[in-house]
């Protein structure tokens, strides 16, 4: 199997808690992502069960919640996140896998959690060359590995060939030092923990594209009340915000950037007809303004 097979089904690396799977969104973005699939049913039932708002994060579906990393490969390839330790090992491979015998060129972090971070050093010591990028402005870098890392700003840029990488200042954050990015020639966007959906295992949606999932069993109701209950969570500065005035600083982020793909840490990437997705998005971050947090006064 080749790197651009995937393109129409998933190469799967590892299994259970450690596997991670390789779908090319393009012949040459690709998304590197482990979920539980059937193990879901027993990790994921009780975590959700957890959370205050139970009912509206999961209702009465069994849920898989996926971590993610893309990697875009060119003349010079660029990783975006590395998964979690758990999964190391199968990622590397993975990761092996879609470079195909290139070198590995830039290690980019969204942001210092394990599930974003977590490889790095692993991954060091595999391209010693390679070089770490993360965002301006961070202090005590080395806890995480990552004390020669270079820094960079909103708006700074990285040509890899065909593809050229930009910096963008996150509109939605869960750390204090985030970055998204954007590739100009495709259009991708990755957003790291925004604007993400739950899926399926029992409906096949591991490793399945949007569009897929909407022609097996999802709709675009539950995707607005996945993207709400997601930010609920995820974002409690949300109880301090107007949902209209998210509304706009989004329709502002699509006005400034052509976006055409939209991959998320923890979701399943839209690679088709992005700009349908866009009032979706907006409706299920108005309502998560507009739910009640509970630990808010």
Known sequence: MKPTDTLKEARVFGAGLERVAVRAITPNIFWLTHCLGDLAKDYYKEYFALLPNAEDYAGGRIVDYPFSAFLIVDEKSLLIDTCGPKQ???????????????????IWISHVELPHAGNTGALKRIWNDAQVVTVAGGE????????????????????????????????????????????????????????????????CHCFQFMDEMLATGYD??????????????????????????????????????????????????????????????????????????????
């Open 140 to 203: 005590n870098y080395d806890l995480h590995g990552l004390e020669n890392a270079l820094t960079v700003a909103p708006g700074e840029t990285f040509e890899l060939g065909e593809h050229t990488v930009e910096m963008v200042d996150a509109l939605f954050v869960d750390h204090g030092l985030s970055q998204w990015l954007y590739e100009q020639k495709t259009g991708f966007m990755f957003t790291a923990d925004w604007a993400h959906n739950l899926h399926e295992p029992d409906l």
């Open 220 to 297: 675009e109701g539950t995707l607005v009340e996945d993207i709400k209950v997601n930010a609920w969570y995820q974002f409690p500065w949300l109880a301090w915000c107007d949902g209209e005035e998210l509304c706009e600083a989004i329709d502002k982020l699509f006005a400034q950037y052509d976006v055409r793909i939209l991959a998320p840490s923890h979701g399943n990437p839209i690679r088709k007809d992005f700009k349908s997705f866009i009032p979706m998005i907006r409706d299920g971050m108005k309502r998560a303004a507009e739910m009640p947090f509970s630990h808010v006064l």
């Open 88 to 106: 190391q090992a199968a990622f590397l491979d993975a990761v092996q896998f879609c470079l195909d015998g290139r070198d590995l060129d830039y």
